[in-house]
């Protein structure tokens, strides 16, 4: 049996909502589960899937998440977990409550969900609205399926929404987080910030973390020192570095799996597999 204190999830954020569309950002079905595919036989064990309307903007395309995720278990040989956002909706695209969570309701084969723990001024596109009604209704929804809510905090009064839910009986425990930093309206990036959060999460949850933009190697590399898991893609940085004369590096979600690969192993663990990454979690195995 392997040693699960070792390992890392890597997850793979392939496509986001608000970054602008282009770039070199999957956005249609046949792209994002090449990109899903690619960045598994890499070493992500996680894939976090949005969806794009024809204009290349966020939106919650239920039919797209069906194709997405039939697409990506189409590659037999891949075992990868497929996590589904609940909020990909953009200002071009809004959804109601109901489109936010219905291919969680309705698609076979989705393992992890992202659950918002709370409403923030998102600086400045808007509010990002996860009211109380929605929070409870969506962690019940994954309780029914069977689906792994994956925790998103981008701020500390969030751990106290995601406590509340707990002790309510509508979110199972132990909790899987996912610390979002750098984003305007949110904590900001920092390890200071880190280091917070992960000391007020109750003991036995996992957890995760990534920094927006520029911010994305610090926190990778403070999640990896603290023990945590970690996350990277275009959803959350477009750019990879900078080349002898300054010029930006355009990245690749499969260019960030590749360097976060390299980084875990620098601190001496390795990359979960998606068996190991489903054990960490308490996530069923995958059944074929």
Not at 15 to 34: C, H, L
Not at 95 to 114: F, Q, Y
Request: net charge negative.
């Amino acid at each position: 049996m392997s040693n699960l204190k070792n390992k890392t999830i890597i997850t793979a954020a392939l496509t986001g909502a608000m970054t602008p569309p282009g770039y070199n950002i999957p956005e249609t079905p046949e792209q994002i589960v090449q990109a899903a595919y690619e960045c598994w036989k890499l070493g992500a064990a996680v894939v976090h899937i949005h969806t794009r309307a024809e204009d290349g903007l966020g939106a919650m395309n239920t039919a797209a998440f069906k194709e997405i995720v039939e697409g990506i278990r189409a590659h037999r040989d891949c075992d990868v977990i497929i996590n589904c956002t609940s909020s990909g909706a953009s200002p071009a695209h809004p959804a109601t409550d109901e489109e936010r969570w219905l291919h969680h309701k309705t698609v076979p084969g989705i393992e992890m969900g992202s659950y918002d723990a709370g409403s923030f001024n998102w600086m400045p596109g808007g509010v990002f609205l996860n009211t109380p009604q929605f929070l409870e209704q969506l962690g019940d929804l994954y309780m029914e399926k069977g689906i792994k809510p994956e925790i998103e905090i981008f701020d500390a009064g969030m751990l106290g929404i995601t406590d509340y839910f707990v002790k309510k009986g509508h979110l199972p425990a132990p909790c899987h987080y996912q610390f979002c930093l750098g984003v305007l309206g949110g904590m900001p990036a920092t390890v200071e910030n880190l280091l917070y959060l992960k000391s007020k999460i109750p003991e036995g949850s996992t957890w995760s973390a990534f920094g927006v933009g520029a911010s994305h190697l610090p926190i990778m590399y403070a999640a990896l020192a603290l023990g945590g898991h970690i996350r990277v893609g275009l959803e959350d940085n477009v750019v990879y570095g900078f080349d002898a004369d300054g010029r930006k590096i355009m990245a690749t979600n499969q260019m960030l799996v590749e360097r976060a690969v390299q980084a875990v192993k620098v601190f001496g663990r390795e990359p979960a597999t998606p068996a190991e990454a489903r054990e960490i979690l308490g996530i069923k195995p995958l059944a074929r």
